[in-house]
Each structure stands twice: as C-alpha cells, then as structure tokens.
C-alpha cells in the first residue's frame, strides 16, 4: 500500500498503478478498506495480512512441511514396496504401522514437485482437444456433409445401410445410395457420382469440402485416396461431438421420421431402394426446407430461390399496402440466407475456416 500510496501521490492514477501491479483495480480499492479497517481497530503494522496479495506471489505459510519431512516422503515413496503404489494407498499403509509423516495431498504435492506423478500402466495422458472444425459455404457445391445410417431388415441382425450426401448451402441431396455393407469402396464410387454429376473438377478454384464424422469408412484410405483424385478436401467432425455434422443427422431424422416411413423392416434391398428413391426425390423437389425459407433444395441449388423470395416480399408489400393498420412491423423476411456454415464462430467478421 506504500507504493500504491506513493505513486497516487506523484500523479498516477490509481488505475494505472495497479495494471503495473498486474491487478485489478477492484481489487486494490478492497485491499485500501481492509488496511484501513485495520489501522482503526490498532491492528499491527503488517497491516491484516499485508504483504504482496497477488496471486501465485511469494507467501509465508507457518505450517509447512519441513525439508527433512519432505525428503522423508521421498524416500518412503521411492521404497520397492511402494515405488508403485499411489499415495491414497501409502497413506493408510503407513497408518496401519502407526506412522503418520503427511497427508494424502502433502505426498501429491511433494512427488509432483520433484516430477515423480505420472501415468501408470496403460492409461494415456489427457489429449489436447481438437479444434472446432469451421466451415463455411455461400454457394452451391462448396461444402458436402455425408454419413451414413442403418436401415432395419426382417432378418434379425442384418441391417441395410443408407449412404447420403447433401450440399450443407442449399440442402439438396446430390447422392445417396443403399448397401448390404458399411465400405469405403462403396463411398468413394458415390462421391464420385455425384462429383460427375455435379461437374466438380479438380482445376475448380475453390475446392469442394467433404465434412463427415469419425466412423472408420470416413477415415478409410480407400476413401482418401479417391478423394485426392477428385480434388476434395476431406473435413471431420470432433470425436464424440454429434453437433459437428449437423445436417446429416438433421436429414436422418427427416428421413425417417416422415409418414411413409415403413412401420416393418425392409423385406429386401429393392424395397428398400424403392422408399429411398421416393423420399430424395420428395425432399430435393417438394420438401420446402424452413432453413431456406421454406423453398425447395433443388430450387436453391439451381439458384431460383432468389426470385422466388423476391415474388413472395412483393405480395406481402402489397398485402400491407392494402391493410396498414394490420401491420405493427416490417414484412416478413423471405431473404435466402447467404452464408452458411458447420460451427459458425461467434463473430463472423473475423472468422476463418479451420
């Protein structure tokens, strides 16, 4: 409070003074009250706890283990019978002998100063968390999202998988395909259909990203390399984190939510093919998706949506035209929404791809 009291005097200010004392200056005006309470009550000179309060700062504690009593830990710890056993195992060991040298956190605090607390056995060290994969499309053929999902049989334990991959900018499903197996082989022939289909080409100058999941067909080579052909960039979701790859889960639950979902399991692969064929078909042309202000994927994606929104503004202009007293607000907003993005970041000036 001396320095604090002597540079105030000199013309700083109070705030300036504690961002030198790495601070805040909160934090300085309750340490003022508390040494003048203390000055009135005819405390001592240290003042209530004086000295240096900032955090990780030098401190005095009167009851801590001597050097002896720290090397006596040490050396217990580093005994056969318990070089490889924890303390919470030492301790009531000892205790069992009728010795007391520390508790259970003074031994961990003691083996972690000398860097004696590792991992033991199998067990893997804490992993750094992978960053949150962003990305970002405002067009048509810019970022895909595939997965795949099961489709139940009449055979208990056979299952049918169902391949999808949507453009994440305008949602229409450019590929889809049903398979007697989970395989890479059969994911690279479909993205390859469908980047024929589409046209994608290697020489595009902005490359098509393919955002998927962790699952082992995802990460395949088989997969990579054909990819690497074609000119995609592979992206994934976070390991565990369902809301990294939200649209194909979202067209999941679509799909098999919808009414003409089968109540039985699929008889046969055909029939299964024949409600997968009706359902894109349903989805891509009649579906009016509410995240494109309910206009079809297949209107978006061949770049109608605009006019389309554009006629609905002007029949709702003239709507109020005809009836002010009916609208408190502006019209409604049927602008398409230009970006779109897989983990938008908070403030998108600034955001990049990851």
């Not at 030098?58 to 580093?78: D, T, Y």
């Not at 949602?171 to 024929?196: G, M, P, T, Y």
């Not at 595009?204 to 990579?224: F, I, P």
């Not at 649209?247 to 999941?252: P, R, T």
């Amino acid at each position: 409070m001396e320095i604090l009291d002597g540079a105030v005097a000199a013309g700083a200010t109070a705030g300036r003074v504690a961002e030198r004392m790495a601070i805040s200056l909160r934090t300085l005006q309750r340490w003022r009250r508390q040494f003048a309470a203390h000055d009135a009550s005819g405390g001592g000179a240290d003042g209530g706890g004086g000295g240096d309060r900032r955090k990780g700062s030098a401190r005095h504690v009167p009851h801590r283990l001597s050097e002896q009593e720290r090397e006596r830990i040490l050396a217990v710890c580093n005994q056969p019978r318990y070089a490889s056993l924890p303390p919470a195992q030492i301790v009531p060991d000892l205790a069992d002998q009728g010795e007391y040298l520390a508790s259970e956190s003074s031994f961990y605090r003691v083996l972690h100063a000398h860097q004696q607390v590792q991992r033991r056995g199998r067990a893997r060290p804490p992993q750094e968390p992978r960053p949150v994969p962003r990305r970002r499309a405002d067009g048509p053929n810019q970022l895909w999202s595939w997965d795949i999902t099961y489709l139940p049989t009449s055979v208990r334990g056979v299952w049918l998988y169902l391949y999808l991959v949507v453009d994440v900018w305008s949602r229409k499903i450019v590929a889809w395909d049903i398979a007697e197996r989970e395989e890479a082989q059969v994911a690279a022939d479909l993205i390859s259909r469908a980047c024929i289909r589409e046209r994608i080409s290697k020489q595009r100058q902005r490359r098509l990203v393919l955002h998927a999941d962790n699952g082992s067909t995802m990460r395949a080579a088989t997969l990579e390399v054909r990819l690497e052909e074609l000119g995609v960039l592979r992206s994934f979701s976070r390991p565990r984190v369902s809301n990294d790859n939200p649209y194909s889960e979202a067209l999941f639950r679509t799909a098999k939510y919808r009414p003409n979902y089968p109540s039985r399991p699929f008889a046969s692969k055909e029939e299964a093919c024949q409600w997968a064929a009706a359902f894109v078909d349903w989805y891509v042309h009649q579906h009016r998706h509410s995240a494109i202000r309910f206009v079809t994927p297949q209107q978006r994606h061949s770049g109608q949506a605009d006019a389309i929104c554009q006629e609905r503004t002007l029949v709702y202009e003239q709507a109020r035209q005809r009836h002010p007293r009916r609208w408190s607000r502006s019209v409604r907003c049927w602008r398409q929404p230009a970006v779109v993005w897989i983990n938008e970041p908070p403030d998108d000036t600034t955001a990049k791809e990851e």
